[in-house]
Nanobody
Framework: QVQLVESGGGLVQPGGSLRLTCAAS????????MGWYRQLPGQLRELVAQ???????DYADSVKGRFTISKDYNKNTIRLQMNALKSEDTAVYYC?????????WGQGTQVTVSS
């Protein structure tokens, strides 16, 4: 059972930056994919950014050029650097990994962009 713990969420003004970190209980080498999703109340969870096998990276159109996903094999962490934040980025952000066909989720961290 993979454990994922997110941190780094909070309140930030429009145009500001935040960095989310996801700490995994197992080596990142064991995951087929790793990424970040977000969810607003009453809405479906949507992909924000992910790293797939072969180091292929995908981003939602709404965050391209502003968000960057990265990984640290030494620390078993997955990060999401978020710059130029907008009010519409406000959501609960979830870390996600896939290991041998099974998905695992973190508990989520709230990001609020507001003046």
């Amino acid at each position: 059972q993979v454990q994922l713990v997110e941190s780094g969420g909070g309140l930030v003004q429009p145009g500001g930056s935040l960095r989310l970190t996801c700490a995994a209980s197992e080596s990142l080498f064991s995951f087929y994919s790793m990424g970040w999703y977000r969810q607003l109340p009453g809405q479906l969870r949507e992909l924000v950014a992910q790293i797939r096998s072969g180091d292929n990276r995908d981003y939602a159109d709404s965050v391209k050029g502003r968000f960057t996903i990265s990984k640290d094999y030494n620390k078993n962490t997955i990060r999401l650097q978020m710059n130029a934040l907008k009010s519409e980025d406000t959501a609960v952000y979830y870390c996600n990994v896939v290991q041998t066909g099974t998905e695992y989720w973190g508990q989520g961290t709230q990001v609020t962009v507001s003046s």
